[in-house]
C-alpha cells in the first residue's frame, strides 16, 4: 500500500490547506479566489484524479450526470422606494388607474416580491426541481429582512412542488453555534420539520471550523463551498464528498455539496458580459457532465427577473438536453448516502 502522501498538490487542493492556519480573509471573513494559489478552477483536478483512479457514480435511470438546484433567500419585499418609483412612472404615462392601483399598497409596509410559484413551474417545465435556503433571523439580526413565520404558506406551497427547504444560515452562524442552533430551530419550528440543509449568506465559510458546527447542530451536508469571486470548483470536486479535519486527521460525518455558479458571481462581479458568462458556463457544464459529476447552480429569487432570468432558463434547458438529472441537494444527498458514493480519501492521500 501506497503511504499517505500528504503534501501533493491534489490533496492539498482537495482539503483546502491553504485555508488552514490563519490565512488572510475578506471584508465578509471569507477566503476568496484571489489569495488562492490553485489558479485553474475550471477543471475539476481533483475528481479527475479519484475516476482516473477507479471512482465510479452512477445516478437514477441511467442519467449522465447532474445538476443541482438551489436558491437562496436573502429578501421577499420590494424596497419601499420601489413603489414610489411605479407610482412616478404611471403618472409620467399619465395612467391614473395603474397609479390609483399602486397607491394603496403604501399603507403596508411589506410589499410581498416572491416569486416561488413562477420558479418552480419553471424548473417543472424542464422536469427539475430545486432546493430554497431561507434566513431564519430575529428582528435586530444581522440581515434580517423578513419573519421567517410570514413565509409559512409559501413555504408549504414549496414543498407540496416536491422542492426543498434548507437554512440559509445569518452572518453569524458559520462561526457562532448557539446561533446556529437558535436559526435552525426556529426555521424547523415554522416548518414542523427537520432541516437536514444549510447555505451561509455571503457564503461565510471557516474551513474546517463551518463543517465542525454543521456537524454538531445536526446538518446532513452543506452546499456553501464556492468562490464568491469566481466560479468553478473551489477544491476541485465536482462530486459531493465527505471533508477531511486536517486539525483531527478525520472525516467528517456531513456531506459537503460544492458550489460551483452563483448568478452574482458570473453575472457581475467576474464582469463578463452574457456571451461571456455563457461560455463560462457551458464550459463548467460540460466538464461536470465528462466526469459524471454535481453540478451546483445557486440563483437568488432576486435574480429570476430579465435578463438573468432568461439565462437561469438556458441553463435549464440545457441541461435537460443533456439528460443530467437536475434535482435538489435533498436528493442528491440521499442518493449519496444510499449508495454510499463519497469517495475515499486514502486515493487522494496517496496521490503523487
Ligand atoms: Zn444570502
Redesign the pocket.
Known amino acids: 500500500m501506497n503511504l499517505p502522501k500528504q503534501d501533493s498538490e491534489i490533496w492539498e487542493l482537495f482539503t483546502r490547506k491553504e485555508e488552514y492556519n490563519g490565512c488572510s480573509h475578506d471584508q465578509y471573513d471569507r477566503f476568496p479566489y484571489y489569495r488562492s494559489r490553485h489558479r485553474d478552477i475550471s477543471i475539476p483536478r481533483v475528481s479527475q484524479v479519484l475516476i482516473e483512479g477507479g471512482y465510479h457514480c452512477e445516478y437514477p435511470e441511467a442519467q449522465p450526470f447532474a445538476i443541482c438546484l438551489t436558491h ?1 433567500i ?1 429578501r421577499v419585499y420590494k424596497p419601499f422606494h420601489s413603489k414610489g418609483l411605479e407610482i412616478v412612472t404611471a403618472l409620467k404615462d399619465r395612467d391614473l388607474a395603474r397609479a390609483g392601483r399602486i397607491v394603496p399598497q403604501l399603507r403596508s409596509k411589506k410589499l410581498p416580491a416572491w416569486n416561488f410559484n413562477e420558479v418552480i413551474a419553471l424548473e417543472e417545465s424542464y422536469g427539475a426541481c430545486s432546493s430554497f ?1 431561507f ?1 431564519a433571523l430575529e428582528e435586530g439580526d444581522r ?1 434580517y429582512a423578513y419573519a421567517i413565520e410570514d413565509l409559512e404558506q409559501e413555504m408549504g406551497t414549496i414543498l407540496d412542488g416536491g422542492c426543498e427547504i434548507g437554512l ?1 444560515g445569518g452572518c453569524e452562524a458559520y462561526h457562532d453555534l448557539e446561533q446556529l442552533r437558535r436559526e435552525k430551530q426556529h426555521l424547523e419550528k415554522v416548518l414542523n420539520q427537520t432541516v437536514s440543509g444549510y ?1 451561509s ?2 457564503l461565510k465559510f471557516r474551513i474546517p471550523d463551518t463543517w465542525e458546527l454543521l456537524e454538531q447542530a445536526g446538518f446532513r451536508y452543506d452546499t456553501t463551498l464556492g468562490y464568491p469571486d469566481c466560479v468553478g470548483f473551489r477544491n476541485g470536486m465536482c462530486h459531493p464528498f465527505r471533508p477531511f479535519n486536517m486539525n483531527t486527521g478525520q472525516e467528517m460525518n456531513i456531506l459537503e455539496i460544492p458550489l460551483a455558479i452563483m448568478d452574482q458571481t458570473l453575472l457581475s462581479y467576474m464582469r463578463l458580459n452574457t456571451e461571456q458568462a455563457w461560455a463560462q458556463t457551458e464550459r463548467l457544464i460540460d466538464a461536470v457532465e465528462r466526469h459524471n459529476g454535481v453540478l451546483t447552480i445557486l440563483w ?1 429569487n432576486t435574480f429570476m427577473t430579465g435578463e438573468s432570468l432568461r439565462f437561469y432558463r438556458k441553463i435549464l434547458k440545457y441541461g435537460h438536453e443533456k439528460g443530467a438529472w437536475m434535482t435538489n441537494c435533498r436528493e442528491i444527498e440521499a442518493w449519496w448516502q444510499k449508495n454510499r458514493m463519497w469517495p475515499p480519501h486514502e486515493s487522494l492521500m496517496a496521490c503523487p
Open positions: 437562496d436573502d435556503y434566513l440581515s440559509h447555505r449568506h455571503f437568488h
